[in-house]
């Protein structure tokens, strides 16, 4: 059961005294070091329950700790209106955050990672909570501090927000599956001598310019960022975002 904290504030020469209620974080299930960080950092003073119908799927050990697949899926929680996933032991914590405006709330990703770590995903619903999941991942490690390939071939600089995706009905969940895949090196700026160099917005739209999904990702996020996703509806999508240099990318994915 969560506790509250009661917080005494003394204001001004008058000695008018509030008293505040600030959250307690909840026990965390995976036993984190770091998980009073990740609650003060993205959660602090918001209602957190752990659930078990948020799903996080990644391989029990890294074999490519530049290139870790991982599946997020919060399909049993209705009115999820966001999911942000973080690396509590990552030295850049957040990863991606997705708003499945006209989608479910799942998606598939790969990501870097810089030593053993939990992996959360934890979904804000209608009503304010988050609702989270999560696992722990072994990894050696070295994923974030090292150099992208990228970075050693000006090949890249040619197809720099290059787009190339595929579209397909999804019987089971009858939506339509979007794969996704953009040329980026997507350098984290720990790599020595490598600034920070990645896409960090990424907006889904139907042939009428309706929003579908909404994505900002962040540094851990793969060279060669893959995505899936599954949209609601059916029909081309646009694929619109860019990057921190102000590097832009717009595509067509056709069924």
């Known amino acids: 059961m969560r ?10 020469q008058a000695g008018v005294v509030l008293a505040a209620l600030a959250l307690e974080p909840p026990s965390d299930p995976l036993k984190s070091p770091a998980w009073g960080t990740i ?3 993205y959660f602090k003073d918001q209602k ?19 290139d870790v697949p991982v599946q997020v899926s919060a399909e049993g929680l209705d009115g999820v209106e966001e999911i942000v996933v973080v690396a509590d032991l990552n030295p850049i914590q957040k990863i991606i955050s997705y708003e499945p405006l006209h989608a479910s709330p799942d998606l598939a990703f790969r990501f870097k990672v810089e030593q053993s770590t939990p992996i959360r995903a934890a979904a804000r619903t209608r009503d304010g909570v988050w609702h989270i999941g999560g696992v722990w ?19 890249w600089q040619t197809r720099l927000n290059e787009v190339s995706g595929r579209l397909w009905p999804n019987a089971e969940t009858k939506t339509q599956r ?11 700026g720990l790599a020595n001598g490598i600034p920070a160099f990645y896409i960090d917005r990424i907006l889904l739209s139907d042939a009428k310019g309706e929003a579908l999904a909404r994505v900002h990702s962040y540094e851990p996020i793969s060279e060669n960022p893959v995505f899936s996703f599954d949209l609601k509806g059916s029909g081309p999508v646009r694929v619109t975002g860019g990057d921190i240099q102000g590097n832009k ?5 056709k069924p």
């Open 48 to 66: 957190v329950v752990f659930d078990d119908r948020i799903k996080v799927i990644a391989p029990a050990n890294a074999e490519n700790p530049l």
């Open 178 to 188: 979007l794969r996704l895949r953009l040329i980026h090196p997507m350098d984290t």
């Open 137 to 155: 991942l072994s990894a050696a490690g070295g994923g974030c501090t090292t150099p992208s390939y990228g970075s050693g071939d000006p090949v």
């Open 3 to 12: 506790s509250l904290r009661i917080a005494v504030f003394v204001l001004g």
């Open 249 to 253: 990318f717009s595509a067509e994915i």
């Open 39 to 41: 609650y003060g950092r």
